[in-house]
T-cell receptor
Framework: AQSVTQLDSHVSVSEGTPVLLRCNYS??????LFWYVQHPNKGLQLLLK??????LVKGINGFEAEFKKSETSFHLTKPSAHMSDAAEYFC????????????????FGKGTHLIIQP | EAQVTQNPRYLITVTGKKLTVTCSQN?????MSWYRQDPGLGLRQIYY???????DKGDVPEGYKVSRKEKRNFPLILESPSPNQTSLYFC?????????????FGEGSWLTVV
């Protein structure tokens, strides 16, 4: 079985300050990991993904995440928050189909709501 | 352009009146899935399909039906909607042959059952 824990349901930062959204996972297999962003009244958009290549992954809009196998973490960071970053963020773990986390191999975190203070 | 299209985007209906939310993808993906999103509960999977004519229950299948007669379409059917099915629904698709392949989501369908 596998699981994903987004450690904070809400994160509030001031505009221009760093953002850290935390994601821990457990998996019996070597997973791929994703971060998706959902802006209000919109669908989920891929921010970045880790697929066993470089452990530091850069995504869109200045976000990046580092895969740390020893810590089973995939935290999302951004050096300087912008008002447009206010959204819901989902961490997703993916293993091969029929390997765990259901036959489709996908497990979603419960989401972190990012609030940007002016 | 890679796309997952859901319809309708917004719907208000009455208890017991059958409705269908359509989902179509243009990427020739074998895998498609339906989720509902509720405050504080994140995304919960309703049903998924690994291929044509192959569907499986997710975490919250009660009150829903699906069909997968062709690869591009995966409609979600509410035979007798109830107010607890008021939610935001997402359809998704992906090429499941590699765990690193991107999952593509539709824009969402807001459903209110009164």
């Amino acid at each position: 079985a596998q699981s994903v824990t987004q450690l904070d349901s809400h994160v509030s930062v001031s505009e221009g300050t760093p953002v850290l959204l935390r994601c821990n996972y457990s998996s019996s297999y070597s997973p791929s990991l994703f971060w998706y962003v959902q802006h209000p009244n919109k669908g989920l958009q891929l921010l970045l993904k880790y697929t066993s290549a470089a452990t530091l992954v850069k995504g869109i809009n200045g976000f990046e995440a580092e895969f740390k196998k020893s810590e089973t973490s995939f935290h999302l960071t951004k050096p300087s928050a912008h008002m447009s970053d206010a959204a819901e963020y989902f961490c997703v773990v993916s293993v091969g189909a029929y390997s765990g986390g259901g036959a489709d191999g996908l497990t979603f975190g419960k989401g972190t709501h990012l609030i940007i203070q002016p | 352009e890679a796309q997952v299209t859901q319809n309708p985007r917004y719907l208000i209906t009455v208890t017991g009146k059958k409705l269908t939310v359509t989902c179509s993808q243009n990427m020739n993906h074998e895998y498609m899935s339906w989720y509902r999103q509720d405050p504080g509960l994140g995304l919960r999977q309703i049903y998924y399909s690994m291929n044509v004519e192959v569907t499986d229950k997710g975490d919250v299948p009660e009150g829903y039906k699906v069909s997968r007669k062709e690869k591009r379409n995966f409609p979600l059917i509410l035979e007798s909607p109830s107010p607890n099915q008021t939610s935001l629904y997402f359809c998704a698709s992906r090429d499941w042959t590699d765990s690193g392949n991107t999952i593509y989501f539709g824009e969402g369908s807001w459903l209110t059952v009164v």
